[in-house]
């Protein structure tokens, strides 16, 4: 089965540094959501990506927080610089969706990066 | 605003029991509601999608309910398994046409589900 490939599963590091996310869709997918997953919030959406385009990333603290395409295969969340706030499960999702109607396909999610910032 | 409730917070059953979980929302206007799945450490995986047309579906031993005049969805679980132990996360997604079709998922805070030998 094709599956959505986060890199890396786990990360720990210091406030301060500067955190990247990598996630590989899955191929044909033109869609691509970036989550994040707290035990007090839940899934919370942080950015959305169609055809490489961003679309919505009103849940992202700009300040801190970007999100890319380089290309159809890879997806990247950065923090810089981090806060201990930021400690979560970072979850990325594809789709495919067309421009023109409403999808009711699902979001096939990976299997996230559980970050600890100290 | 829109919001989606889940009851119960958590629920432990026996193997072999029923058991059903219940998903309240609020959004408006509607596109679809979805239940997903979710193994401790993995992403949530989708079990079921139900457009406004639809009032049930199933997916093996998963049956979903949908009542869109109450804004009320369950999920029943048949013949429990101790591999059903999970989180159980409903998702309302927004709908609209043209420009207000904004697609937002809202997500609901889920139901653990523990299953017991």
């Known amino acids: 089965d094709a599956r959505v490939t986060q890199t890396p599963r786990h990360k720990v590091t210091e406030m301060g540094q500067e955190v990247t996310m990598r996630c590989q869709p899955i191929l044909g997918h033109n869609t691509v959501f970036w989550y994040r997953q707290t035990m007090m919030q839940g899934l919370e959406l942080l950015a959305y990506?169609?055809?490489?385009?961003?679309?919505?990333d009103s849940g992202m603290p700009k300040d801190r927080f970007s999100a890319e395409m380089p290309d159809a295969t890879l997806a990247t969340l950065k923090i810089q610089p981090s806060e201990p706030r930021d400690s979560a499960v970072y979850f990325c999702a594809s789709g495919f969706r067309r421009a023109s109607a409403d999808s009711n396909q699902p979001q096939h999610f990976g299997d996230g990066t559980r970050l600890s910032i100290l | 605003k829109n919001q989606v409730e889940q009851s119960p917070q958590s629920l432990i059953i026996l193997e072999g029991k029923n058991c059903t979980l219940q998903c309240n929302y609020t959004v408006s206007p509607f596109s679809n509601l979805r239940w997903y799945k979710q193994d401790t450490g993995r992403g949530p995986v989708s079990l079921t999608i139900?457009?406004?047309?639809?009032n049930t579906k199933s997916n093996g031993r998963y049956t979903a309910t949908l009542d869109a005049d109450t804004k009320q969805s369950s999920l029943h679980i048949t013949a429990s398994q101790l591999s059903d132990s999970a989180s159980y996360i409903c998702?309302?997604?927004?709908?609209?046409?043209?420009?207000?079709?904004?697609?937002?998922?809202?997500f609901g805070q889920g139901t653990t589900l523990q299953v017991k030998p």
């Open positions: 998702v309302v997604k927004e709908g609209g046409s043209g420009s207000s079709n904004t697609g937002k998922l809202i």
């Open positions: 990506f169609r055809n490489r385009a961003p679309l919505d």
């Open positions: 139900m457009t406004f047309s639809e």
